[in-house]
């Protein structure tokens, strides 16, 4: 199967910044959808960000909306998520997630679309 992880969180004061990466175990050419979620203690998996394959196409939640940025470098197999001007409700455990196949933009924000998951990197952000 297809493995994904996830690496570069850590705790950070509030404004600061952090990115994010996910290395795929196969080849980025043929996961035609990524995406980033997070979820916190007692609540449902949020979603954050998802691009296209060729990563012209990008997608975000309104709550992070102008201040994180999704991309992708299919060479490097690696999907990214520049977070910027961080604050203590970004906190989260981070999880990656991908999709061989397109999924409709109207669906991009829900967790039951995506087919591969890595377990997830946490940030946490100090006040």
């Known amino acids: 199967q297809v493995q994904l992880v996830e690496s570069g969180g850590g705790l950070v004061q509030v404004g600061g910044s952090l990115r994010l990466s996910c290395l795929t175990s196969e080849s980025a050419y043929s996961l035609a959808t990524m995406g980033w979620f997070r979820q916190t203690p007692g609540r449902e998996r949020e979603f954050v960000a998802a691009i296209r394959s060729t990563g012209s196409n990008t997608f975000y939640d309104n709550s992070v909306k102008g201040r994180f940025t999704i991309s992708r470098d299919n060479a490097k197999n690696t999907m990214y998520l520049q977070m910027n001007n961080l604050t203590p409700e970004d906190t989260a455990t981070y999880y990656c997630?991908?999709?061989?196949?397109?999924?409709?933009?109207?669906?991009?924000?829900?967790?039951?679309?995506?087919?591969?998951w890595g377990q997830g990197t946490q940030v946490t952000v100090s006040s």
């Open positions: 997630a991908a999709k061989g196949g397109r999924i409709i933009q109207s669906a991009l924000s829900s967790p039951t679309q995506y087919s591969y």
